[in-house]
């Protein structure tokens, strides 16, 4: 399965600033993901990371508050904006190679926003 | 649109015992369904991969099956250990033409009692 490396591990952050994460794969996959996971809930799909192409957000998520890039097949990152406390979660990088058909996740960025 | 349901919530059982995750989903006309583990404020890991065409996958002390008619999952850990407690998450992805998605369930947080 594929090796994705996410940086930061966790962050501890001032309401008001950005912050971006970036998610490494160790070969070229077509559909990278970024999920967001609140404290003691499960995990919501944030955008479709499209190379060469703007991100597809699900509902509840716009490109102001959430920009992605796509600059290659291997590489993606995720800023959160302007945060506040409630970006406080867990935010993971995920990605799917056609022929395994399942997903593969990364180590998760923890921030908290103070 | 898709639900997936976790129960129970949290379990908690001594070690040696066997461990009963269920997980159900409202459509059944799901692409593959893949359990994970997550440990405290890290990523995930993929458990197991079942197909929609498949009964059961199998991977040393962990079976899953999957009853697509009923919508229903189910994993079962044999012998549990302290080192398996952590939370369990069931994930179903729909056919191609829905998209790429994974639907989450809300997880069972296992605890295994020396």
């Known amino acids: 399965s594929a090796v994705i490396s996410q940086k930061p591990s966790r962050d501890i952050c001032q309401r008001g600033t950005s912050l971006t994460i970036q998610c490494q794969v160790d070969?070229?996959?077509?559909?990278m993901f970024w999920y967001r996971q609140q404290p003691g809930q499960s995990l919501t799909l944030i955008a479709t990371?499209?190379?060469?192409?703007?991100?597809?957000?699900e509902s509840g998520f716009v490109i102001d508050k959430f920009p992605i890039s796509r600059p290659n097949l291997t590489f993606s990152t995720l800023t959160v904006s302007n945060m506040s406390p409630e970006d406080s979660s867990i935010y993971l990088c995920s990605v799917v190679r056609q022929a395994e058909r399942g997903y593969t996740f990364g180590s998760g960025t923890r921030l908290t926003v103070v | 649109k898709q639900e997936v349901t976790q129960i129970p919530a949290a379990l908690s059982v001594p070690e040696g015992e066997n461990l009963v995750l269920n997980c159900s989903f409202t459509d059944s006309a799901i692409y593959n369904l893949q359990w994970f583990r997550q440990d405290p404020g890290k990523g995930l890991t993929s458990l197991l991969l079942?197909?929609?065409?498949?009964r059961e996958q199998t991977s040393g002390r962990l079976n899953a099956s999957l009853d697509k008619s009923s919508g229903r999952s189910t994993l079962y850990i044999a012998a549990s250990q302290p080192g398996d407690s952590a939370t369990y998450l069931c994930a179903v992805r729909m056919r191609e033409a829905a998209g790429n998605k994974l639907t989450f369930g809300g997880g069972t947080r296992v605890l295994v009692k020396p």
């Open positions: 990371a499209n190379q060469g192409s703007e991100a597809t957000y």
């Open positions: 070969s070229q996959v077509t559909m």
């Open positions: 079942i197909q929609s065409s498949q």
